[in-house]
């Protein structure tokens, strides 16, 4: 699961759904619900876009993407 988080694919995974989360937050769902969604939108974006894997650490596998590719490939 982290060597395809990890990996250019599932860095643009993760942007695409934050941006998803974020668009539906505000579009579609408004109000103050709209607003959480969106915010939490914005850790996966942040995440794919910073190459970072915040559930990795759980692991005991490294939270930046260059050292998880490197201990996992």
């Known amino acids: 699961m982290f060597e395809f988080l ?3 694919n ?5 942007i ?4 998803i ?3 539906v937050g505000l579009l579609a769902i408004q109000g103050t619900v709209g607003y959480i969604v969106a915010i939490i939108g914005v850790v996966p974006l942040l995440a794919g876009l910073f ?7 759980l692991f005991g ?3 930046r993407g ?8």
């Open 6 to 8: 990890a990996s250019t």
């Open 21 to 23: 989360l974020i668009l």
């Open 61 to 63: 596998k490294p939270l």
């Open 66 to 73: 260059t050292e998880l590719r490197k201990k996992e490939g």
């Open 10 to 14: 599932g860095r643009i995974l993760r």
């Open 51 to 57: 190459d970072v894997c915040i559930f990795a650490p």
């Open 16 to 19: 695409l759904i934050g941006v």
